[in-house]
Nanobody, 118 residues
Framework: QVQLVESGGGLVQPGGSLRLSCAASGNIFSSNIMGWYRQAPGKQRELVATITSGGSTRYVDSVKGRFTIYRDSDKNTVYLEMNSLKPEDTAVYYC????????????WGQGTQVTVSS
């Protein structure tokens, strides 16, 4: 069992920044991929960014150059730094973790709301 606890969401003006955090605990897989998804009202959930236990990262095109995913291995915590935020970034953001050779996340966080509005 793995628990994921998210924090850092909130209201921010366009062009502003937020940092989301996701603290993992429990039986964490030695080799894993953690990621951030988001789901806007009336939209499908989309994968925003991923990071492997080795530190390799990937991003959806719409956030490249603006968002950064990174991790603190000592704290088993993954972060999503979001800069130059746009109204279209408004969504509930979900943290996830999966083993290397599975196609879908094994565990999800509860979600944290990010609202970008003036």
């Amino acid at each position: 069992q793995v628990q994921l606890v998210e924090s850092g969401g909130g209201l921010v003006q366009p062009g502003g920044s937020l940092r989301l955090s996701c603290a993992a605990s429990g039986n964490i897989f030695s080799s894993n991929i953690m990621g951030w998804y988001r789901q806007a009202p009336g939209k499908q959930r989309e994968l925003v960014a991923t990071i492997t236990s080795g530190g390799s990262t990937r991003y959806v095109d719409s956030v490249k150059g603006r968002f950064t995913i990174y991790r603190d291995s000592d704290k088993n915590t993954v972060y999503l730094e979001m800069n130059s935020l746009k109204p279209e970034d408004t969504a509930v953001y979900y943290c996830s973790i999966r083993r290397l050779f599975v196609s879908r996340p094994d565990y999800w966080g509860q979600g944290t709301q990010v609202t970008v509005s003036s």
